[in-house]
């Protein structure tokens, strides 16, 4: 990081090194679940691989739905032109894609607004967090073509590619897709506002803004929506302001954990402030600067019509997502929200960068040194992990829950069976079998592992797991379908793991266990 931070201050380093450099830099940064887990990261990655395995052979899947579609067709066309395997690009297809085309973006913007030294400003925007960058899904994918179709809505001559990006956007994920699109429609009034009288200019802007501010909550509600309810309101935004405005100091670890966790647990107020001072610098300067003026009414018109829809999405409660996922939606607007204030963040940045290259050489390296550190704590808070002070329990499919599926599909020996088990149990699942395998339950087909978005097997893996793995817990599952017998399988990482292995020795009908890691019980009807 130090190196690259100097690499950009030098004056003798040509721009397309400098370019090259920070594209290498993030693809570092994006890439190592890429080495780390050789299977794939998650849980969502798992369902959309087979998902794609199963579109691939067959042509189509049933339910037919317009989700994800943008990824899927995207990630099939590459796999089938260039014989790259859907495995490998389900996995690589966002860090290859962000780690080449945020640095030419932003580069693209910083010339574009006529910033000097632009380069040096690409690596501080790791700042920010890069967590969606790290591993492929839908909504990663589209939080990558909102960025293109916010940028190039500002530097290009026309809306050509922004129009194109933004329904790209929309196929590949709607929750980003609508800003997208309703983020191109305020850039095309913007830049024809000439041909419009200045009441109904206002007018369009006033109903653009009323619809973005709706179109989210209102799609959720439709699609997933269980009630709107002002005491969710309430309580989400309790939850909200107290992660906001909680200070909390670090003082458990060392200093380098010290001064993370500093940085870590005040994040989200580190970026309000930064926000807010990015809004009034850009505004003051607006003035003075067409370009910066249409920047801050199209970032301003959505952001704020962003800030609406949060509060309406978090008084919303939702069918069939499961609790500790309810805020879920909501923090992916505020997410969108971060984005659609990039150009402005990166003005006020290039503003205090090239205020330090004006001052003393002191001053220089220890801004070049502090910015280090906040790059490489983005890096440490980006990822999954274990110290003093956190634990992400960032638990994933291993070799041993691949071999686990495959022993008890051997056991069964050809009959009907379900498994209770966690979802990364059922992410291996998923990874050997595809979607071929299913059972009936209240004359509805499931799949024969528990997916914990919806489904009812899975509220019964928790009663196993969380009250007691008795033959009474699962019977109430076993008398809901047509089959013989049914496993529950319980890993050794898992909470109260011990206790749970050992009331289930003498409760199942049997048992094995894979390398003293995996535990699968058997139980009978």
């Known amino acids: 990081t130090l190196s690259l931070l100097i690499l950009n201050y030098s004056k003798s380093v040509s721009i397309f090194w400098k370019l090259l450099s920070n594209i290498i830099f993030y693809f570092l940064s994006f890439s190592l679940f890429l080495f780390i887990f050789k299977l794939g990261y998650g849980f969502d990655p798992f369902i959309h691989k087979a998902t794609m395995d199963h579109i691939s052979q067959n042509g189509f899947i049933l339910p037919k739905n317009p989700y994800y579609v943008g990824q899927y067709g995207l990630i099939i066309f590459i796999s089938k032109i260039t014989g790259l395997s859907i495995a490998f690009l389900n996995k690589a297809l966002v860090v290859i894609l962000a780690s080449l085309l945020l640095p030419i973006i932003f580069f693209k913007y910083l010339k574009k607004i006529k910033i000097k030294n632009s380069t040096s400003i690409i690596p501080l925007l790791l700042v920010l967090g890069f967590s969606p960058f790290i591993f492929t899904t839908p909504q990663n994918l589209s939080y990558l073509f909102l960025i293109l179709t916010i940028f190039y809505s500002i530097i290009e ?94 003082n458990k670890g060392n200093i380098f954990l010290n001064t993370s966790y500093f940085f870590i647990n005040n994040y989200v107020l580190f970026i309000l402030i930064l926000i807010i001072f990015s809004l009034i610098y850009i505004k003051k300067i607006s003035k003075e600067n067409r370009i910066y003026k249409s920047i801050y009414i199209l970032s301003t018109l959505s952001a704020g019509s962003l800030i609406i829809s949060f509060l309406i999405t978090s008084s919303l409660s939702f069918s069939n997502v499961i609790s500790y996922e309810q805020r879920d939606y909501a923090l992916r607007i505020l997410k969108i929200f971060l984005i659609h204030l990039l150009p402005v963040i990166i003005i006020f940045l290039s503003f205090i960068v090239n205020k330090i290259r004006d ?142 292995i050992n009331i289930a020795k003498i409760e199942a009908d049997s048992y094995f266990d894979i390398n003293n890691e995996v535990y699968i019980f058997k139980y009978i009807k």
């Not at 000439?194 to 989210?216: C, E, G, P, Q, W």
């Not at 110290?387 to 638990?395: A, H, I, M, T, V």
């Not at 599926?405 to 079998?433: C, H, M, P, R, T």
């Open 359 to 500: 001052k003393k050489k002191g001053n220089k390296i220890s801004a070049i040194n502090l910015a280090c550190v906040l790059i490489t704590i983005s890096l440490y808070s980006s990822y999954p992990r274990i110290d003093k002070y956190y634990n992400s329990r960032g638990y994933n499919t291993s070799y041993y829950d691949l071999k686990a599926v495959n022993e008890i599909e051997s056991d069964a020996n050809g009959n009907k069976y379900f498994v209770l088990a966690n979802q990364q149990v059922s992410a291996a699942a998923l990874y050997e079998f595809g979607f071929e395998k299913n059972i009936s339950i209240k004359n509805s087909e499931h799949y024969f592992y528990p997916i914990p978005t919806g489904g009812l097997l899975y509220n019964y893996y928790l009663d196993m797991v969380y009250d007691k793995p008795s033959y009474e817990n699962i019977k109430n599952a076993l008398d809901l379908t047509k089959v013989d017998f049914a496993y529950l399988v319980i890993n050794k990482y898992w909470y109260r793991s011990a206790e749970l």
């Open 157 to 250: 001559k026309d809306l050509k590619k922004s129009f194109i990006f933004s329904l790209s956007t929309a196929a590949i994920h709607p929750l980003s897709g609508l800003p997208a699109i309703f983020f191109f429609l305020f850039s095309f009034v913007y830049r024809n506002r000439d041909k419009f009288k200045k009441l109904n200019r206002k007018l369009i802007y006033v109903t653009l803004f009323l619809l973005n501010s709706i179109a989210i909550p209102f799609s959720l509600f439709i699609t997933a929506g269980k009630e709107f309810s002002f005491k969710y309101l309430i309580s989400n935004l309790s939850f909200y302001l107290n992660n906001v405005f909680n200070l909390s100091f670090a």
